[in-house]
């Protein structure tokens, strides 16, 4: 069974700062990963996704991740972080074409001006 | 604007009352699902739906029941047997079950239990 690990409840990080919310991963054959952000009160909204090929994915708002498959890794990473940002972000991984949608518990991160 | 609506934002209901919560999309999407949102947990499956007039349990079906007449709709009904309703609520949907593509979801509906 697959299962995915977010390790940190809360990633806090200043203005301007580069931001990482760190992803592990666990399947059985190929990795499907995505990351989807939530605001408050509101739905998760997609942000990229890694299905095969180049290991760094760029996806909507400057966002991008780096799949690493020595290391069952999918961080997502932002070079400057705005007060925007700051949410609720989930990693997601479906264990090949037809394998369960598996969330992780999600990180609030935190952007301080 | 293709998407997926869901109704009531909000709902409260009493103890020992079924209440439907209300999910319908104009996406052409096949696939459909519902998923239960709590503090810390992440996003938990209930239900979720291939095509027309089939479905299946997800991890946490218990209490919950749903149909799917339509392609574009996709209710949800908590029962008074589920035994922890007051949560937040999700519906999505995908071109097809599995697959490289991604979930689009609704803004949810947030159920409060009095």
């Known amino acids: 069974a697959q299962s995915v690990a977010q390790p940190e409840d809360q990633v806090n990080v200043a203005e301007g700062n580069p931001l990482t919310v760190k992803c592990t991963y666990s399947?059985?054959?190929?990795?499907?990963l995505f990351w989807y952000v939530q605001y408050p009160n509101r739905g998760l909204q997609f942000l990229l996704k890694?299905?095969?090929?180049?290991?760094l994915v760029k996806g909507s708002y400057g966002f991008e991740a780096e799949f690493n498959k020595s290391q069952t890794s999918f961080h997502l990473k932002k070079p400057s972080a705005l007060v925007s940002d700051s949410a609720l972000y989930f990693c997601?991984?479906?264990?090949?074409?037809?394998?369960?949608?598996?969330f992780g518990a999600g990180t609030q991160v935190v952007v301080t001006p | 604007d293709g998407g997926i609506t869901q109704s009531p934002k909000y709902l409260f209901r009493k103890e020992g009352q079924n209440v439907t919560l209300s999910c319908e999309q104009n996406l052409n999407h096949d696939a459909m699902y519902w998923y239960r949102q709590d503090p810390g947990q992440g996003l938990r499956l209930i239900y979720y739906s291939q095509i027309v007039n089939d479905f299946q349990k997800g991890d946490i079906a218990e209490g919950y029941s749903v149909s799917r007449e339509k392609k574009e709709s996709f209710p949800l009904t908590v029962t008074s047997a589920q035994k922890n309703p007051t949560a937040f609520y999700l519906c999505?949907?995908?071109?097809?079950?599995?697959?490289?593509?991604?979930?689009?979801f609704g803004e949810g509906s947030r159920l409060t239990v009095l």
């Open positions: 399947v059985s054959g190929n990795p499907y």
């Open positions: 999505a949907s995908s071109i097809a079950r599995g697959g490289t593509g991604e979930l689009f």
């Open positions: 890694y299905i095969t090929g180049d290991n």
């Open positions: 997601a991984v479906r264990d090949g074409s037809w394998g369960k949608l598996q």
